[in-house]
């Protein structure tokens, strides 16, 4: 039997991507591969956001030509949405295909696999045209390439994968796209327009998913806040409200957890803190205590360049109310430095209004400048050295690891709600994270997609250290195990997942 690789590059959503893609080449007849060396064919699912996601690209390429000359390597994905020339030129690549047609991605990958051993050769740049290939019945030639472009593409090719393969706390994707149109941002380009999943499909999912036995959901997509805005409005859901798809999920659902992931600050709406209030308080928190909201800078001069639609006011106010409501809340953000004319005054702005909020964690990236962006002609006018960036970031990590310890040795002696991740064989111990997204390492081992109550006992560098309270140490009842109904979360491989 033919195998196969999925790698992911980026966020959450491209991890969701990814599964449902390796979904698709489990039904079409191949096996999963250990790694990309030993894989019939691979699949790259880049990333754009940056230039050292398409960096990791290429150096993840040439790694794999090396060890596994013999694949058929497939580029799907945001860089291959954005440079699909720039990508079919790069040495060891067979195919290219875009978001656009990503739900063919797996069609391509698998077409004539069986002759894959007498190599294939093909023209550079030589792309089939998409309205060619849709007329076509989705065919393609094994030696051509698929062009990308939003424009012929609609929504429906994009979550038809919805029901993708179950696995440990897996990326539930119901929105894709986004128009906010921020200055330093590609995804408008590589993603297009904010897309919904429609409700009636994400509660199959989840039901599924229920089912199987899977104990917790994350809910994901690229503009997370602005989901089902482009759904037709109906009487069982607050019209056009991401609250009110939670809401739903919550009340109509019986999943053990569910996480939300990234939400702007505008789409934190009273409505959406008191669901938190409601279902992320108590013992058995069906609710995350978990907030993730992008923050990017605390300049306002640095928020009007960016064309955020937030000033620094109203973004405190935001995860004050959060606080308010779920005092030990995880709450998170994204912090971006160096963007271009970001002073050292500007800086400390940031680095003082990060000093005031409770956050437990940031992702921190410094800028990087995106052909066909705005803030790619404001960084040839007004560069930040590349010193002062990696500077100031070491000031921002030096702040939120002291936030973050403090956050977490508030936890030690108590008990934690935790869902187990690790796949590994017995007697190596067991990764969870908990409901307040923390990593707790315990000594003894327990199967993936385990709800367990730990006993926080100390830190490590990281996370926590813990054991689980025996009494509640079990599976659901009548449910099938993880081995029967769910995979090993990193059967599907991340990179700097969000």
Same mark, same amino acid.
Not at 215 to 236: A, F, H
Not at 287 to 307: K, N, Y
Not at 344 to 365: K, M, N, S
Not at 478 to 492: I, Y
């Given at each position: ?286 609710? !995350?205590?978990? $907030? ?8 306002? @001069? +640095? ?5 955020? /639609? *937030? #000033? ?72 930040? !050295?590349?010193? $002062? ?8 990590? @030096? +702040? ?5 310890? /403090? *956050? #977490? ?90």
């Amino acid at each position: 039997m033919a195998g196969y690789h999925v790698e992911n590059f980026g966020c959450r959503a491209s991890q969701a991507d990814g599964a449902a893609i390796a979904s698709q080449l489990d039904r079409s007849g191949l096996s999963a591969s250990p790694g990309a060396g030993d894989a019939d064919v691979v699949i790259l699912n880049t990333c754009s956001v940056t230039s050292e996601a398409e960096r990791q690209l290429r150096g993840f390429l040439r790694k794999t030509r090396r060890a596994n000359p013999g694949a058929r390597v497939v580029v799907t994905g945001c860089y291959a949405q954005r440079a699909p020339e720039e990508v079919s030129a790069l040495p060891g690549v067979d195919f290219v295909v875009g978001n656009s047609h990503k739900a063919l991605v797996a069609e391509i990958a698998a077409r004539g696999l069986g002759d894959i051993s007498e190599g294939m050769e093909r023209p550079v740049g030589d792309f089939v045209a998409l309205g060619d290939l849709l007329s076509t019945g989705n065919a393609l030639v094994d030696d051509s390439f698929a062009h990308a472009d939003l424009a012929l593409a609609g929504a429906e090719s994009d979550f038809a994968r919805l029901q993708g393969r179950g696995l440990t706390r897996p990326n539930l994707k119901v929105q894709d796209g986004c128009g906010n149109r921020c200055s330093f941002c590609i995804i408008p380009t590589t993603r297009g327009h904010s897309r919904s999943v429609p409700l009636d499909s994400i509660l199959d999912a989840v039901h599924s998913f229920c089912e199987a036995g899977g104990q917790e959901m994350v809910l994901s997509g690229i503009n997370l806040g602005r989901w089902g805005r482009d759904l037709p409005r109906t009487p069982d859901v607050e019209p056009g409200r991401f609250e009110g798809l939670v809401q739903a999920i919550l009340e109509r659902t019986c999943l053990p957890r569910l996480r939300i992931s990234s939400v702007e600050p505008m789409d934190w709406s009273e409505s959406l803190v008191h669901l938190l209030r409601a279902y992320a308080t108590g013992p058995h928190p069906r609710l !995350a205590r978990h $907030a993730h909201l992008p923050l990017q800078s605390g300049s306002d @001069a +640095v928020l009007r360049a960016m064309h955020r /639609r *937030y #000033r620094p006011w109203h973004y405190e106010a935001k995860v004050q109310a959060i606080r308010d409501t779920v005092p030990e809340a995880a709450i998170g953000a994204d912090v971006m430095v160096g963007f271009p004319g970001e002073t050292d005054a500007l800086f400390e702005e940031t680095l003082r209004f990060v000093e005031r909020q409770p956050f437990t964690y940031l992702h921190l990236f410094p800028f990087s400048a995106r052909p066909g962006t705005p803030a790619w002609q404001l960084q040839r006018e007004s560069p930040v !050295a590349g010193v $002062a960036v990696r500077e100031r970031m070491a000031q921002l990590r @030096a +702040v939120m690891a002291e936030k973050n310890l /403090r *956050y #977490r040795e508030r936890f030690v002696g108590r008990t934690l709600s935790a869902v187990t991740i690790q796949c590994e064989s017995a007697g190596t111990g067991t990764q969870a994270v908990s409901d307040n997204f923390l990593a707790i390492e315990m000594p003894a081992w327990y199967s993936a997609n385990r709800m367990l109550q730990v006993r926080v006992h100390g830190v490590t560098a990281t996370g926590l250290r813990g054991t689980a309270d025996p009494s509640h140490a079990h599976s659901p009842a009548e449910r099938p195990s993880p081995e029967e109904g769910l995979l090993c979360a990193h059967h599907v491989s991340p990179h700097h997942v969000l």
